[in-house]
């Protein structure tokens, strides 16, 4: 199993509703892809880390990247 582990910051405001949200359409959308992890979101950082298929786990990680609702990507 690869992991992936990296840190960013929001650019808006994230509530707990928002955060739940997220969850929930990671989760929806992983699953089928075996892709498993942990999210974690304090004072407007997140850290994440992604488990899986190495390449699945880049080409995720790639995607989040280009997220607009964060920026300072780093791995």
């Known amino acids: 199993m690869f992991q992936l582990v990296y840190v960013s ?5 994230f509530s ?8 929930e359409k990671s989760r929806t959308r992983n699953r089928p892809k075996w892709i498993t992890g942990m999210l974690l979101h304090h004072a407007g950082s997140f850290l994440q880390v992604l488990e ?20 300072r990507f780093v791995v």
Do not use: F, Y
């Open 9 to 13: 910051t929001a650019t808006v405001p």
């Open 16 to 23: 707990k509703e928002d955060l739940a949200a997220l969850l």
């Open 52 to 71: 899986g298929d190495e390449a699945a786990v880049h080409a995720l990680a790639a995607q989040i990247a280009k997220d607009p609702r964060h920026d």
